[in-house]
């Protein structure tokens, strides 16, 4: 069974620092990658999606790093702003014949402060 | 478009009463997910469809719970009778392809619903 841990947890850090959010998984045989954002009250907006042949994507001041052998996602946010500031949670997903079923990580809360 | 539509925003019930959540997907999207996320196991897959027709149920987490998709711009999630333990926020989903995703073009990954925070007491 995939299991998905994000460290860490929580993240506080002024604006303007560049940071990055781990996402680490058990099981080496996915078919893609994806990390989403979770604002307070609201849904899953999707950030960036690596394919399993992929190693890393990259969208405005967002770069997602993918390394299969050794279960591990990286997003990497330059220069933050308090606009970032959201839960930001990784999702596996596997290949069942039919879909890509997703595994979700339990997401790291990021603060960035004035 | 309006984007994922749940509808209510919240619930409340008392235990042992009939729960019904809705969800209309984005026009022209064929796959529709059902989710559930709480603060001890995270956000986790119920039950998705395709064209209408489930695919996989193997989330749903027992008899007391149903899903349907009457139509391509409607589906519901039905737990009878509620329990307390059944509290989280309900997610729905929906994408243009199986896959979440389409290939070679940006708009990929699923589009989620604001979600329908359900309290059982």
């Known amino acids: 069974k995939q299991e998905v841990t994000q460290i860490p947890a929580a993240l506080s850090v002024p604006e303007g620092e560049n940071l990055v959010l781990n996402c680490s998984f058990t099981?080496?045989?996915?078919?893609?990658l994806q990390w989403f954002r979770q604002d307070p009250g609201k849904g899953l907006t999707s950030l960036l999606l690596?394919?399993?042949?992929?190693r890393e994507q990259t969208s405005g001041r967002l770069n997602a790093s993918l390394d299969k052998s050794s279960g591990r996602s990286t997003l990497y946010i330059a220069a933050s702003q308090p606009g970032d500031s959201a839960t930001y949670l990784c999702?596996?997903?596997?290949?069942?014949?039919?879909?890509?079923?997703?595994?979700f990580g339990t997401g790291t809360r990021l603060q960035v402060t004035l | 478009d309006a984007g994922v539509i749940q509808s209510p925003r919240h619930e409340v019930t008392e235990m042992g009463q009939e729960v019904t959540l809705r969800c209309k997907p984005i026009?022209?999207?064929?796959?529709l997910f059902w989710y559930r996320q709480t603060m001890m196991r995270g956000l986790e897959l119920l039950i998705y469809?395709?064209?209408?027709?489930?695919?996989?149920d193997s989330g749903m987490p027992e008899d007391r719970f149903s899903a349907k998709m009457p139509n391509a711009s409607f589906s519901t999630l039905k737990i009878q009778p509620s329990e307390p333990r059944d509290s989280a926020v309900y997610f729905c989903?929906?994408?243009?392809?199986?896959?979440?995703?389409?290939?070679?073009?940006?708009?990929?990954?699923?589009?989620f619903g604001s979600g329908t925070r359900l309290t059982v007491v």
């Open positions: 099981d080496s045989a996915i078919y893609n």
């Open positions: 989903a929906s994408s243009s392809t199986l896959w979440g995703f389409v290939v070679g073009g940006r708009d990929y990954g699923y589009t």
């Open positions: 999702a596996v997903g596997r290949n069942t014949g039919t879909a890509s079923k997703l595994t």
């Open positions: 690596i394919q399993s042949s992929q």
């Open positions: 469809f395709n064209n209408n027709v489930p695919i996989d």
């Open positions: 026009s022209g999207h064929n796959s």
